[in-house]
Nanobody, 119 residues
Framework: QVHLVESGGGLVQAGGSLGLSCVAS????????MDWYRQAPGKERELVAG???????KYADSVKGRFTASRDNAKNTVFLQMNSLKPEDTAVYYC?????????????WGQGTQVTVSS
């Protein structure tokens, strides 16, 4: 079993900052991607930021220049620093991890953490 635990969500005013973290534990083998997704009420879940094991990152256009994703491979942890937050960033943020073994890739999701940005 693999468990992902997110932390760091909360309520913040527009223009403020929040930092999220996600720790993977359990039967960890070869983590390839560690990503952040979010889902706002009535909307589909969307990729916010993605990181790969070689250190590359990618971002949704809506958060470029404001959000920064990073990871600590030794601690199986991924972070998301969110600056200049906007009310439209309000959503449940989920951590997703992809692990590979031989030809198989398995994904795991965290339980989500609420981020609310007030105007």
């Amino acid at each position: 079993q693999v468990h992902l635990v997110e932390s760091g969500g909360g309520l913040v005013q527009a223009g403020g900052s929040l930092g999220l973290s996600c720790v993977a534990s359990g039967n960890i083998y070869n983590i390839r991607d560690m990503d952040w997704y979010r889902q706002a009420p009535g909307k589909e879940r969307e990729l916010v930021a993605g990181t790969t094991s070689d250190g590359s990152t990618k971002y949704a256009d809506s958060v470029k220049g404001r959000f920064t994703a990073s990871r600590d491979n030794a601690k199986n942890t991924v972070f998301l620093q969110m600056n200049s937050l906007k009310p439209e960033d309000t959503a449940v943020y989920y951590c997703r991890v992809l692990m590979t073994r031989y030809l198989y890739t398995t994904e795991y999701w965290g339980q989500g953490t609420q981020v609310t940005v007030s105007s």
